[in-house]
């Protein structure tokens, strides 16, 4: 019941595209859910986060989508650019301890 | 502002010994978490503490211990390594005063353990 199911597990985008992430989870309490950037040899960045009230969140060329019936929720990256591919992690809470999905790593070709 | 640092980097540890790995904190922030990632996977939560006192623990056992200061720095022990102990340890801090504050990672330390 804490897992987060995350996928795809790599995903490999032309430039300009639109890349998307899927995470499902089943913890009803959970009422965050954060979105990381990962690049090697670097620490986890924060990228957008949303909470259950609404279904989505936009930021620049990032948007979280937000289905509460069905318990997911997923990453779009709109305009894919070289400098987006990393490992991208969803993650979800209900305290300040996050549970972590297993990553997506995203490559974007030019 | 100064962001949430680790050392160190990397190190090297032979099976039975134990590791202190240390963190200090972003500027202003009360709370430090440590995580675990193992290669190819998400962090993996082991434990927080907020204003020195422990605020949570993950599914690890007893032998990974942890501390905070007052000046809300951090240490992460691991006593008795084990080979499966090896990967990229995590601090993360946050306001700790209010619930869902956003985490800065530092970069981790890479333990590997031969």
């Known amino acids: 019941q804490q897992q987060v199911k995350q996928s795809p597990q790599s995903l490999i985008v032309q430039k300009g595209g639109i890349s998307i992430i899927n995470c499902a989870y089943e913890n009803t309490a959970f009422d965050y859910f954060p979105w990381y950037q990962q690049f090697p040899g670097k620490g986890p960045a924060l990228l957008i986060a949303i909470r259950p009230d609404v279904s989505e969140k936009k930021e620049g060329r990032f948007t979280i989508s937000f289905n509460k019936s069905a318990k997911q929720f997923s990453l779009h990256i709109m305009d894919s650019q070289p400098g987006d591919s990393a490992t991208y992690f969803c993650?979800?809470?209900?305290?300040?301890?996050?549970?972590f999905g297993t990553g997506t790593r995203l490559q974007v070709f030019p | 502002e100064t962001g949430v640092t680790q050392s160190p980097t990397h190190l090297i540890k032979t099976r039975g010994q134990q590791v202190t790995l240390r963190c200090s904190s972003q500027?202003?922030?009360?709370?430090v978490s440590w995580y675990q990632q193992a290669l190819g996977q998400g962090p993996q939560f082991i434990f927080q503490y907020y204003r020195e006192e422990e605020n949570g623990r993950g599914n690890f056992p007893p032998r990974f211990s942890g501390l905070q200061f007052p000046n809300y720095s951090s240490e992460l022990n691991v006593n008795a390594l084990e080979l499966d102990d090896s990967a990229l340890y995590l601090c993360?801090?946050?306001?700790?005063?209010?619930?869902?504050?956003?985490?800065?990672f530092g970069n981790g330390t890479r333990l590997t353990v031969t």
């Open positions: 993650a979800a809470s209900s305290t300040d301890k996050l549970i």
């Open positions: 993360a801090s946050s306001l700790g005063d209010r619930k869902n504050s956003p985490l800065h």
């Open positions: 500027s202003g922030h009360n709370t």
